[in-house]
Structure formats: C-alpha cells, structure tokens
C-alpha cells in the first residue's frame, strides 16, 4: 500500500518538487511544499489557484569560496521535524543540516517554519560555524585612497542563499511572469530606489533595498504576499543573483573600451593603469567587472571603479574590463541571505526571512498583515509615543532644506524673535521649531556664535519659548579632541571612505559603535534635561553612516549596536527621534527603537524636484511599522520674494494636502509675512493640533494591479470616528474614507467594498463630499450618492503637461446610517465633518456621533480655547432608506464655539 501511494504522489507533484512533497504548511492558503530528502528542486509555494507561484534552489555559502548543493560541494548531513513556540507564537519546523566539502568542514543549518496563528512563513538560515575566512566582499586595499559613491551598493547580492527562487528574466516562470507584479521600496528616504512593476523587471534589492511584495494582476482583491527580514535586518539581504556573481575563479579581464558599466558599485580607488584595475578586480571575490578613468581624465584621473554586474554598459571614455559578462537572458535567481561585505561573523549567526501571504485581499491587506507580524513579534509599542509626540501631532516651524530661511539664509537670535513674532501676531500657533544643521559646528553639538552667542536658552526665550527639534547627522576628525577638553572624556571616532558627494569627495565620523550610548547620552544631556525647551532630535544623512564607514558596514553587529545605543540614549529624555535619509534596514531595525516615531518618505523640498509628491508607496512600508512618515517642509504661498531659490512655488495647496495625509509631521517653511492663514487652518485647529486621517494616504490597490488602465494615481487613506447609532447600548466604529485623485484625465468609477481599504460592507451605503466644493457645500447640494448601485466617480481633468502642474481633489466618503426623525420616521444621514478642513471628519476633532436618540444628533467636538467650529451633514430629503442615483440629499451645517477648555457640542435636529 505504501509503494502504491508514494507512486501516486509522484506522479501527482508538479516537476518543481521531483523528490516528494513530505513536509507541507498552509498559510492563507498558500501550500509551501518541501522534500525530506532535497533533490535539483526540493521546495516551492503554490498559490491559492493551484500555480507554482515561488520555486525553490538549493541553498549556497559563500566563505572563502562559494559551496553549493546543486554542485554537491554542500552536502545534506540530516533533517528533522520539530514543533515548538517563539516571539511569533506557535510553528511547525523542518530543517535541514548541511556541511561543506572543506577540511574542516563547515556547517549551515537552513529551516522552514510554518506559524498557523499567524499564517505566515519564515526561512531560517544558521551557521553552526560562523565564518572567519573572508565572505563575499573584499576591502579595497587600506592604503589606497579609496573613493565610495554614496549611491554604491544599490544591489548586492548576498553571500548565501536561502531561500533561493529561480527568476529567469525571459518570464518563464510566474515570479518573473507578465501574470506577477511586484513592489519595493529602498533607498535613500527609503524613497528614491521605490519600484513597482510587473516581472520583476526593474526589481533593485540589495543592502539599499526593502521589502519586497508579490501580486496578481488584473483584478483589486488580489492573492499578494510580502518577504522581508524577520529580524537582524542589517545583515539579512534580498537581491536578484546573476550568473556572474556566484564565480569562483577570477579569470581573464576582457576588455570593454569607451564603455562604462553604470552603477553596480563595489567602491574605487585611484590606480596607474587599466592594469592595476583588473588586478584588483581579481583579488575581490564579488567583482566581475570594471571601469577605469584614463589618468588624463578631467575629473577621475586614474580612477578605478569595482562592479559586481556588467548590466548597464553605457558609452563612455572610460576603459572597462570584465571577468565575467552577464547576458540579458542569463539564469538568474531572487536570493536572501547574508550582506556581502561582512568579512567575517561568528559562530550561531542566524539569519530569518518572513513570508507573509493574504489570499484574494490585495496589496494594501498584505502590507498591513505584514506589518503586524513584525511589530508584535519585536513587541513594538510606538502608538503610546506617537499620540503624545509633539513632532507628529502639532504644527511646526521648520528651516531645513527647502525651507525660506535655510542654511544659505539662516536665522540668527534676533530675526528668529521677529519671525516667531510675525506668526504669534497672526495666532498661528507654531508648537515648535526645527533647527537645521546651520545651528553648530560640525565637529561638535554647540550652538554656533556667530548666529547664537548667548546659547539656545535665549533663542528659547526669544522666540516666545516654543521647545526646539535639534538636527545631528556625523562628527568630524576634530570631535575627538573637542569633547575630550571640553568634557575631559575619550570618544572615539571612525572615519569613512573618502566618498563622493555631488562629486565633491569627503570624509565623515561617526563614534565608536560601543560608545554610541555614553556618547549620545553626554551630548543630549546638554540640552534635554530642560524637558519644556526640546522636544526631538533628527539624525540624518543616516545612508551614508550605515554604507561608507567600514567599522560599521564591515563588522558584523555594529550597526545595531550604534543606532541601538543611539536610541536609547535618546529615550533617557523623554524626547522622539526622527531618521532623515534613512535606509530600509534602519526603518526595519527601529521595531526595536520604539523612541523612533517618524522618519522622512520623501526628497528634501527644492522647488524643481518634481518627484517628490510619490510618496504613498514608502508610506505604506512606514505605516505597517507604526512609522510616521514626514514628507518635509512646506510652503503655504506660491510667491515669497526674497527666498533663496528664486523661484515661485506650484501647487502649494497640494503639496500641504500631501503633506497633511501622511499623518505625520506637518512643518511650514515660509518667510515672515508670507503665511496663508486659509490653507495653513484647513490642516489644524487653532491649538496648533494636526486635524488628520486614521492612516496615511497609500496607492489604492489598483495603483499595483492595475496601473497601466488608470488615467492619473489614486490614493487612500480613511478615519475611524467613535459612532453611538440607534438601537445599540454603546458606541461602535465607522470608517470615513478619503480618496486623493491626482492628473485622473478620463472618469474612475470606484466600488467602495471592491476597490477600498479596509473593504466595507457590500450594503454599506457613503455619501461623498469634494475638497473642490467645499464652498459650494455650504449653500447648495453639493454630494454625491456612493452605494453597491453607484459608485465613486473620479475625475479631475488632465495635467496641463507643464512641469509642477497637477489637476487633483480629495473626496471624503462619509457613511450613512438610518435615524429617527420628529415626525417618527427615519431618514438617511451621514456626517460630512468640517467644510473648510481638509481631512473633513479627523478622530483629533471628533470625539464621538451620537445619533442614539430620536429627533436629531449630536457630535461631541474637541479643539483650541473658544474656537468657532462648523460642522455639516447630508440627509436625505425623501423617505427612501437606500442610497440610489435618485436620492435626494439636503445639506445642513451648524455651528458652536468651544468652550474655554476646548470641548463643545453641534447639534442637529431633523
């Protein structure tokens, strides 16, 4: 009987799993399929539909030399069953023990868990061994002057690999298919790498790169499933292998003359000649390639770049070399495994991917589900901290980058008190103030005489004592001796590479990675003791400390042990901290900094950067995170003579709008006298509190599945209001959904339970309101019916084609419900929320809707001392109590002023 049924499923199993399907675990129904005893292909994951979504290579080491199963230097040693419990609750386990063919042998450990209350999947990679004879990266020599672009390392492959997924660029299987899409995010802001395409084509990952989401196409509720690190993020890396990175041999460097392999870099240094170069390219296992500057380059004279791919040969008057060329069409694999520039890491390190999948519920819920997966697994509790941290939840003053008085126009003590001045006579309440690197010296954290001679505590004072966000970013040669006369303490300071930055090569230091906390906690304690006076701090230009600095990208665990240390020396002072220029791994490891609150999703503000407003993407990845994402500072007029720029700014209500739903910082950047009051009060109320959403605005689902069939991006973001109905004992909650329509030239027809998130009830029945007739509201009918038999329609108009110029409107879906009315029967009625708001219905205004009585309601309100506060609903004129293209709507507003505490009540009778 037994020989009957093996030989049954045999002949069952796809040709992906030749040697058996012995071990199975279901996760949302995704069927990961494994063999007991591994064969050329041992594993895979079926999707829902029964297709072979992900198929399984054998695992590989790089230590010295590269050691693989499928050649047979790595060699299967046992495997075993288990079952047990851990941070991400209960699993079921199989693992495979394998060592390699070198005397002594060395160990790897590779596991599949399968955890069923979370449905999800993870990919353990252990080394029993550790590996002390040089991974996959090689230092460039120590005494060359070696030159790091501060973009190098867009897309490392790692130097082992499990899991390994084959990923053929001519789409023969689904991961690579027309059938697949996919979306990334990576980079610096964790921002400018974002991608999102079909068949991984595009694709970047490597140690810039982040989590990386799966999809079908063509439809809104789609199967979906998101893989990233589970944990030890800085060391754990996604990317695409090519043929040529897995060579063992160095080889014979094949001349490529007037070409320059664009991007792909491994570093530089000068050398003599083109000679020299391949020489080094041969000493470095990860290099397959090179580019080198003729010595009478104008700019690079005699430089040598090290590539790790041949992809992107461009013309050049650069003469180039490979030992190995990769083919448009060459095998390629999607690999995890160990960051490729860690020469050696000890014994027990282990290494997780987390395979999070949601069947039929599209990219949103996969990114959400995701998210909650690893913030319970790391216990991260930033919620508490984000509700109280000023820098997310109030109105600030910012004068970074961008801002009209930056480090070119900077503000000393004086016109600081003149500016803050200018806005306290407006009533424009500014809760605090960022100061950009402009206020200290680089070499250490002291005000600058110059601009502040009498310290912070006057600038404090001066400025009406509104609390300070403090920017750092890296140190100088010069930090050591300063603290060490000033403090009579020894911190020690590790430089980087020299690195080019805008072509302009520079060195940067960062403390000793064991010394991060005593440093940061001595530094901080010059300030932060006086808790009224400082609220945060900002550290930037992270990027370039994680990837230039060899004492930290070059030894395994320094990089959590400086920014750990940073961020608990931060949390000693009851303050937030907030990552500018930060890297997807940073984002990921800051689960374990809950003090991090917020971080930039977008470029620096520069009035021609055109791109910056893409930000949904990188706030969905910081949203499941609990991440504020903050898309930097904003101007509320278009013309502000004399700033810096010399330019006029387009589109500033937009640019606030965008601001405003990322429900993080929203910091105004505009010149004494140049505030709109209008637009600036349409974001808060008249305490300075940020009126937002529930969640930040994110790409609707059909942004990944459909993108090529829609006419401009849609967003959406919703807000959970408390909501007494009738007939119920208590209170329960309603969702109020905002849809961002941007450059929609041709009209989107939107069902709210198949094209929004979270999805609704198919009878739930929406009454919505535009941003672009929000006056008209206040007079006339102005709403539009939304149910199961009339959609959302969209439509803004198409973009003039000018750079800067974009048609868009927001529309806010308010839910309907049934309520008595003084003549007995119900009538339908939906709280549209504040008119001249831009998140109409924000949880910061609206404390509960109490429709529970008959005749009327009642909406409980919260804001600043004796605000004025109007407030306005749609009700149904006629008798129907189903929301159809003939029901007549009526709109009503009524109006209260707060009381000195800022509570109040609007009351509507019907």
Not at 201 to 221: D, F, I, T
Not at 585 to 611: G, W
């Amino acid at each position: 009987r037994s020989m009957v049924l093996l030989l049954v499923l045999l002949l069952l199993a796809p040709p992906s799993l030749c040697a058996g399907a012995d071990w199975t675990f279901v996760a949302a129904n995704f069927t990961l399929r494994a063999a007991l005893e591994p064969g050329p292909a041992f594993y895979d994951l079926v999707g829902p539909d029964g297709s072979v979504w992900l198929e399984g290579e054998a695992p590989a080491l790089h230590c010295g030399r590269w050691y693989d199963a499928a050649d047979g230097s790595l060699r299967l040693a046992h495997s075993a069953q288990s079952e047990g419990t851990d941070a991400g609750g209960r699993f079921r386990r199989l693992e495979w023990a394998w060592e390699t063919l070198a005397t002594p042998p060395l160990r790897l450990v590779t596991a599949f868990l399968g955890y069923p209350e979370s449905q999800a999947l993870v990919f353990e990679t252990a080394f029993p061994d550790g590996c002390a004879q040089g991974a996959n990266f090689t230092a460039l020599p120590s005494n060359a002057s070696s030159v790091l672009p501060d973009t190098a390392h867009a897309g490392l492959t790692p130097s082992s690999e499990f899991p390994s997924w084959r990923a053929p660029a001519n789409g023969s299987v689904r991961l690579t298919s027309p059938q697949m899409g996919f979306a990334t995010t990576g980079g610096v802001m964790t921002y400018d790498l974002a991608t999102e395409g079909v068949g991984l084509k595009g694709y970047q990952g490597g140690v810039r790169g982040g989590p990386l989401m799966l999809y079908g196409m063509n439809a809104s509720r789609v199967d979906a499933l998101v893989m990233s690190s589970w944990d030890n993020f800085f060391h754990g890396v996604q990317g695409l292998r090519t043929t040529c990175s897995r060579h063992n041999n160095p080889g014979t460097c094949k001349p490529f003359d007037h070409t320059d392999f664009m991007g792909n870099d491994l570093g530089s240094t000068q050398t003599q000649s083109y000679a020299e170069c391949c020489a080094l390219c041969q000493a470095a296992p990860m290099c397959t390639a090179f580019s080198w500057a003729d010595v009478n380059d104008t700019y690079f004279p005699g430089h040598c770049w090290l590539k790790y791919s041949t992809l992107g040969a461009t013309a050049s008057a650069h003469h180039s070399g490979a030992l190995c060329v990769d083919k448009p069409n060459d095998h390629r694999s999607l690999v995890y495994g160990m960051q490729p520039f860690i020469p050696s890491y000890p014994a027990n390190t282990r290494l997780r991917l987390l395979l999070s999948p949601v069947s039929q519920a599209g990219p949103t819920a996969a990114i959400d589900k995701w998210g909650k997966i690893l913030t319970a697994v790391h216990n991260t509790t930033r919620s508490p901290t984000l509700q109280s941290d000023i820098v997310t939840t109030k109105l600030g003053y910012w004068t970074d980058n961008g801002a009209f008085y930056d480090g070119e126009n900077p503000l000393n003590t004086s016109s600081f008190a003149k500016v803050m001045a200018s806005f306290h006579a407006l009533n424009i309440p500014i809760k605090y103030v960022q100061l950009d690197p402009y206020w200290y010296n680089e070499g250490g954290w002291f005000p600058r005489p110059d601009l502040y001679p009498s310290g912070l505590a006057d600038l404090y004072a001066a400025i009406g004592k509104v609390p300070l966000l403090l920017y750092h970013n890296f140190w100088s040669s010069r930090s050591h001796l300063i603290y060490q006369e000033r403090d009579h303490v020894d911190f020690d300071f590790v430089p980087s590479y020299v690195f080019l930055a805008s072509q302009h090569p520079r060195t940067i230091y960062q403390v000793q990675p064991e010394q991060a906390e005593p440093f940061y906690t001595q530094i901080l304690s010059d300030y932060f003791v006086n808790k009224s006076m400082y609220v945060a701090t900002e550290v930037d230009f992270s990027n370039w400390q994680i990837h230039t600095i060899p004492a930290l990208a070059q030894v395994y665990g320094a990089l959590d042990q400086l920014w750990s240390g940073m961020a608990r020396a931060t949390a000693k002072f009851d303050v937030s901290l907030q990552y500018c220029m930060s890297l997807p791994s940073l984002l990921l490891a800051s689960l374990d900094y809950p003090v991090v609150t917020n971080a930039r999703a977008s470029p620096d503000n520069f009035p021609t950067d055109e791109r910056r407003w893409r930000i949904g993407y990188t706030s969905m990845f910081m949203w499941a995170l609990q991440l504020a994402p903050f898309a930097d500072n904003v101007w509320t007029s278009a013309v502000e003579p004399g700033n810096p720029y010399h330019v006029n700014r387009t589109h500033v209500e937009l640019q606030v709008l965008l601001s405003l739903l990322t429900c993080g910082p929203l910091g105004i950047s505009d010149g004494m006298g140049f505030v709109n009051r209008t637009l600036l009060f349409s974001t808060c109320d008249t305490n300075g509190t940020l009126l937002h959403a529930s969640k930040p605005a994110t790409p609707l689902d059909l942004m990944y599945t459909q993108r090529a069939g829609l006419p401009g991006d849609l967003w959406q973001s919703h807000s959970v209001l408390p909501v007494h109905l009738p007939a119920q004992p208590a209170p329960t909650t309603l969702h109020w959904l905002h849809v961002l329509a941007m450059d929609v030239a041709d009209h989107v027809a939107l069902d709210p339970a198949q094209h929004l998130w979270p999805p609704v009830e198919p009878a739930q029945s929406f009454v919505a309101m535009r941003w672009s007739q929000r006056t008209a509201c206040m007079a006339a009918p102005c709403v539009q019916e939304v149910g199961p038999t009339a959609p959302l329609q969209v439509h803004t108009g198409a973009p003039s084609g000018q750079p800067g110029h974009h048609t868009y409107d927001l529309y806010t879906l308010a839910p309907a419900v049934s309520v008595p009315t003084t003549a007995g029967p119900a009538t339908r009625v939906a709280l549209l929320g504040e008119p001249d708001k831009m998140v109409s219905a924000s949880p910061q205004r609206i404390q509960l809707w109490d429709c529970s009585s008959g005749g009327g309601m009642s909406v409980q309100v919260r804001g600043g001392s004796a605000e004025p506060v109007t407030l306005c609903v749609a009700w149904a004129a006629d008798s129907n109590h189903t929301i159809t293209t003939t029901t007549k709507w009526t709109v009503l507003c009524n109006s209260v002023v707060l009381s000195a505490q800022g509570d109040g009540v609007v009351k509507f009778v019907f």
